[in-house]
């Protein structure tokens, strides 16, 4: 397999390109909606067979990236998204080979009711059409969304951006083989050949009529683009300004585990926490151990005058920093007087996409999980859960925080519309 080069191509060459594999993908929609279930898990499973197959050739490509990006002077954090090793790789076929075991998600019957006049209603699952998926650094979105859509009977077109160009392709490259082993339209999983900015505008005014939805995924600047600009409907994935909440009845040692695995599990995750709030009650006993233990671990803590009291190591918090989604070994720390304030924080800071409470009263931990509007909220466990394959949808498209249709991880189910199927006996309305 060869590595793909960027292509810089004339505006109206990328324009007409994009075009083609829009009309390609539209054409491979309508055979993929009828797929077999056995047929898709068969591209699946050879596409995950391929990447272990390939893993020399996607680690060179990979280290082309890599050496981009240090060029670039890309932060610790984008590298450790971009970064591809042997382990990585394997849990990319896995979550290939994950999807293809869940349940076929198209055809099935959301519900049944029979009319009055005998018509008999079904309403069932079916694909959204042509799914246009534009992401940033991480490479495994390509595999992911790829095996997403298809299991899902949706195409894809793909657009990653020029940090994983070579990783995204190679890549890529297994996934086409995987379909071409089961006979299914290479057109199906389709990839932009190049990174510019026309071929993100060309997706955002729809392909002329191929996509029926746009799933954004990178930074605040390309999710605000895509929201501002799209002709078609977007699963908006917005910047993960996480919260953990640390209630006057937590326990201690639950509560240091937690919070130091949400903020330094991996930094550069989006459901990494970027705020921690503690109950004014339980400063005196928790603040300072929880900041020493996150700087223990390496992570720098911005503070209000409480946190700066807690610990002389704590830097003073400016007002944006309770709004920063640092994705690196930072975390902002505040006392608040109460969990009514906490959620106040949260709803006035926050990105609605993942907050947690650590707790040991139930009471206000279920007061938390009804109040707090955001996509996924969870009690005594980490925010770094907040991830498709941990849900058990085999991987994700992307962390919606919207509030129609999908939200939270965006895994096979999400993916699929729905249409009534009616049956009748000669039924005529008066």
């Known amino acids: 397999m060869s590595v793909a080069v960027q292509i810089k191509e004339p505006e109206a060459d990328v324009r007409a390109a994009m075009r083609e594999l829009g009309l390609k993908a539209r054409a491979a929609a309508r055979e993929l909606a009828n797929a077999p279930a056995e ?4 591209a699946l499973h050879a596409a995950a067979r391929l990447l272990r197959e390939r ?9 082309l990236d890599l050496a981009q990006a240090r060029v670039k002077n890309l932060s610790p954090a984008l590298i450790d998204r971009l970064a591809l090793d042997p382990v990585r ?12 075991d869940l349940p076929d998600p198209v055809g099935r019957v959301l519900a049944t009711f029979t009319r009055p006049n005998g018509l008999v209603i079904e309403r069932v699952a079916t694909p959204l059409g042509v799914v246009g998926v534009i992401y940033e650094s991480r490479p495994n979105v390509t595999a992911d969304a790829g095996a997403l859509c298809l299991k899902s009977g949706n195409a894809v077109v793909l657009r990653g951006g020029s940090d994983s160009f070579h990783s995204s ?3 890529h490259a297994c996934l086409v083989e995987g379909l071409k082993e089961a006979g299914l339209p290479e057109a199906a999983i389709a990839r932009a050949p190049f990174a510019s900015r026309e071929a993100v505008g060309e997706m955002l005014k729809g392909l002329d009529g191929a996509l029926d939805v746009i799933v954004p995924r990178g930074g605040k600047s390309l999710v605000d683009r895509v929201q501002r600009e799209a002709r078609v409907p977007v699963f908006a994935h917005l910047e993960g300004v996480v919260h953990v909440y640390v209630d006057r ?9 937690l919070v130091v695995n949400a903020k330094m599990r991996r930094t550069g995750v989006c459901g990494a926490a970027e705020t921690l709030l503690v109950h004014r ?4 006993r928790l603040l300072g151990p929880l900041i020493d233990a996150l700087i223990q671990a390496g992570c720098a803590v911005r503070g209000d005058k409480a946190a700066q009291e807690a610990d002389a190591r704590v830097t003073r918090a400016s007002e944006e920093d309770w709004r920063t989604e640092y994705l690196d070994a930072i975390i902002a720390a505040r006392v608040v007087d109460s969990l009514e304030a906490a959620i106040d924080h949260i709803e006035t800071y926050g990105s609605h996409h993942t907050d947690c409470i650590v707790t040991e009263d139930k009471a206000t931990a279920e007061r938390f999980l009804r109040q707090v509007d955001s996509a996924i909220v969870i009690h005594n466990a980490s925010t770094q859960f907040a991830d498709g394959g941990e849900f058990g949808f085999g991987a994700e498209i992307g962390i919606a925080t919207g509030r129609m249709h999908a939200r939270g991880p965006v895994g096979v189910e999400q993916l699929c519309s729905f249409k009534y199927r009616v049956r009748g006996d000669g039924q005529v309305r008066a």
């Open 39 to 42: 047929t898709k898990n068969r």
């Open 55 to 63: 893993a020399a050739e996607i680690l060179a490509a990979n280290a």
């Open 89 to 100: 790789i394997d849990a990319i076929a896995r979550g290939l080979e994950a999807v293809a």
């Open 169 to 171: 392709a190679a890549i």
């Open 249 to 257: 009845a937590a326990d201690l040692d639950k509560a240091l585990k």
């Open 281 to 284: 009650a339980a400063a005196p």
